[in-house]
């Protein structure tokens, strides 16, 4: 019964993403992305800082002087750019989704506790939200990544303990409202624990918008890397990720444009894919979307 139930219930949401154009189109842009990053190193034809001096900037296989080996061309130490876009793929993913699960347990957490306890809970939570979006985001990133030196580690912390407040001011919000309807009220009057009441009633009940805010602010989260990786504060060599690919290519532009095309448009098409998605998820999992 309940494989069958399972079984259903995919064919069911895949037939509500095959209706869904934009849907479609940003899931088939992330599951590519995805088996990409998981797989760079069976997929990249080159090694990630593979250097050959006598191919250093090589253009794109269809401009002349191209060659068939390196696809996308090559930058100014010899090394394959289609092989450090692929590479990069893996940080991008890792950064984004994992600095996002910091922030989305955080603001989670506290969006619960404050929307259902109220009172002081509520009110120094919010405090503490309104003085993180006080101060402009990128500008407190910065500073923890001087303190405690860029790094991927660092920089997947930096992004999830700044970005926690957006999950905590939408949960509460969200909070609020299943926590007056009736079903919480006969539990609340029967004596179920508040702990048991949080998991069994109200974190379902905005669990949706929990995984809408989630799937969209991956793709702010890869951006935001890209940008600190590009202001030399984010991913540090040996790796690589789109951004600081950007940095490299930023002195060519003029003469030898794939450098930082390339990885522009990697981070460009990643970003749309995850934002389709993201919207589709928002339109079948909200009512109120549904109603619209």
């Given at each position: 019964m309940k494989k069958h139930q399972k079984k259903s219930s995919f064919v069911r949401w895949m037939k509500l993403l095959l209706k869904s154009k934009t849907g479609t189109v940003g899931f088939l842009?992330?599951?590519?992305?995805?088996?990409?990053?998981?797989?760079?190193?069976?997929?990249?034809p080159f090694g990630v800082n593979e250097q050959n001096y006598a191919n250093m900037l090589v253009p794109p296989a269809w401009q002349e002087g191209g060659s068939s080996e390196h696809f996308l061309g090559t930058d100014n130490l010899g090394r394959d750019i289609l092989s450090r876009i692929i590479y990069g793929t893996t940080i991008?993913?890792?950064v984004g989704i994992f600095s996002v699960v910091v922030a989305g347990i955080l603001g989670m957490a506290a969006g619960l506790f404050a929307g259902y306890y109220g009172g002081w809970i509520d009110t120094v939570t919010m405090r503490m939200v309104d003085a993180f979006l006080s101060i402009p985001n990128i500008l407190f990133i910065l500073v923890i990544l001087t303190v405690l030196n860029?790094?991927?580690m660092t920089l997947i912390f930096a992004?999830?303990?700044?970005?926690?407040?957006?999950?905590?001011r939408?949960?509460?919000g969200e909070v609020l409202?299943?926590?007056?309807?009736?079903?919480?009220?006969?539990?609340?009057?029967?004596?179920?624990?508040?702990?048991?009441?949080?998991?069994?009633h109200v974190l379902p009940n905005v669990f949706s918008t929990f995984i809408v805010i989630s799937t969209l602010s991956v793709a702010t989260t890869i951006i935001l890397e890209a940008s600190l990786s590009f202001l030399g504060m984010g991913v540090q060599p040996p790796d690589v990720s789109w951004g600081y690919m950007l940095a490299d290519g930023r002195d060519y532009l003029a003469?030898?444009?794939?450098?930082?095309t390339f990885?522009?448009?990697?981070?460009?098409i990643t970003v749309l894919g995850i934002i389709f998605l993201g919207d589709w998820l928002r339109d079948v999992l909200d009512p109120r979307s549904q109603g619209r």
């Amino acid at each position: 019964m309940k494989k069958h139930q399972k079984k259903s219930s995919f064919v069911r949401w895949m037939k509500l993403l095959l209706k869904s154009k934009t849907g479609t189109v940003g899931f088939l842009i992330v599951m590519v992305v995805f088996i990409v990053g998981i797989f760079s190193d069976q997929i990249a034809p080159f090694g990630v800082n593979e250097q050959n001096y006598a191919n250093m900037l090589v253009p794109p296989a269809w401009q002349e002087g191209g060659s068939s080996e390196h696809f996308l061309g090559t930058d100014n130490l010899g090394r394959d750019i289609l092989s450090r876009i692929i590479y990069g793929t893996t940080i991008s993913l890792l950064v984004g989704i994992f600095s996002v699960v910091v922030a989305g347990i955080l603001g989670m957490a506290a969006g619960l506790f404050a929307g259902y306890y109220g009172g002081w809970i509520d009110t120094v939570t919010m405090r503490m939200v309104d003085a993180f979006l006080s101060i402009p985001n990128i500008l407190f990133i910065l500073v923890i990544l001087t303190v405690l030196n860029p790094g991927i580690m660092t920089l997947i912390f930096a992004i999830g303990v700044t970005n926690w407040v957006i999950y905590a001011r939408l949960i509460r919000g969200e909070v609020l409202s299943v926590k007056e309807r009736e079903y919480v009220k006969a539990a609340r009057s029967i004596g179920t624990k508040n702990l048991t009441i949080i998991r069994r009633h109200v974190l379902p009940n905005v669990f949706s918008t929990f995984i809408v805010i989630s799937t969209l602010s991956v793709a702010t989260t890869i951006i935001l890397e890209a940008s600190l990786s590009f202001l030399g504060m984010g991913v540090q060599p040996p790796d690589v990720s789109w951004g600081y690919m950007l940095a490299d290519g930023r002195d060519y532009l003029a003469t030898n444009w794939w450098l930082a095309t390339f990885p522009g448009l990697a981070i460009t098409i990643t970003v749309l894919g995850i934002i389709f998605l993201g919207d589709w998820l928002r339109d079948v999992l909200d009512p109120r979307s549904q109603g619209r």
